[in-house]
């Protein structure tokens, strides 16, 4: 008799009882209102199905929005939901069933990435992926090579502000565009969000980019069948939308796009559940492969960047 893989055994688990949950880094709000979705029954935005349960801090020192909020977290994810606070990875994975890899800081999403594939268990990686295109590549490469299934999402793709775009000719998306220093190809800061958005319309098959720096910036993706997808990345912030250009109308999305988590947990959770991923990795490559290009673009005045 074959033996279980540990992802239908996963799944198996997933009927009887709650899967449970590890977080890697403590340094994001997202660890405290993930656990509230998850961890508290009575929440209207309640997603059963698992539950986290231990957490392992990380944080860089060199961030200092990293540095400033890693303990905080931590301390309130322990003393308030109960989770367990690990000294390390290893450790962490050896409790739970899944995990969530929080750390803010992108950097750092390679090294932590690389000792959970070790282990074998199936992961959420939040926004950023990577700080640069070459670790969201070398990430996908470990994770083939390893066998675990994998995903990372912004949770604008499950949002309101996402609309019909078929038969579209154009879309536009726009969204907060801060930066910080630390991350090189600056739009995986935060621009990233703008982009899921734009991916999540249009699908992938972006050919060549162009970005222009102007106060706000504006970024301009040409499709191989020739539509277009056009960002703005507000500043300091703004609010996010959508606007899809067809033939004969124009739909505009709603003026205050509702942001919530549970929609994304709620996939998460069936990831877990199933290891299939709602989200091709191919089209998260391709949505840094985008990004590298603007920052080439940005980097070169503003001339069209193919894509690689």
Known sequence: MKAVSVFLFSAILAMAADLRVGIVG?????????????????????????????AYKGGSSDLESSRSRVDGYAKELQEKWGVEIVPDIKTLCEKVDAILLESVDGRIHLAQAREIFKHKKPVFIDKPLAATYADALAIAKLAKEYGVPWFSSSSLRWSDGILDAKGAK?????????????HKMDMTWYGIHAVEMLYAMLGPGCVEVTRIVSGDDVVVG??????????????????FGAMVFKEKTVVQGPTKVKVSYAPMLGQIVKFFQTGKSPVPMEETMEIFAFMDAAQKSKDQGGKPVKLQ
Do not use: E, M
């Open 222 to 239: 040409k499709w191989k069948d020739g539509r277009t997808g056009t960002i703005h990345l507000l500043r300091p912030y703004g609010d």
């Open 26 to 54: 403590t340094d994001t709000s997202h660890v405290i209102a993930f656990s509230k979705i998850l961890n508290d029954p009575k929440n209207p935005d309640h997603q059963p199905g698992a539950r986290i349960v231990a």
């Open 170 to 182: 154009a879309v536009a998306v726009w969204g907060p565009g801060p930066i910080d220093a630390s």
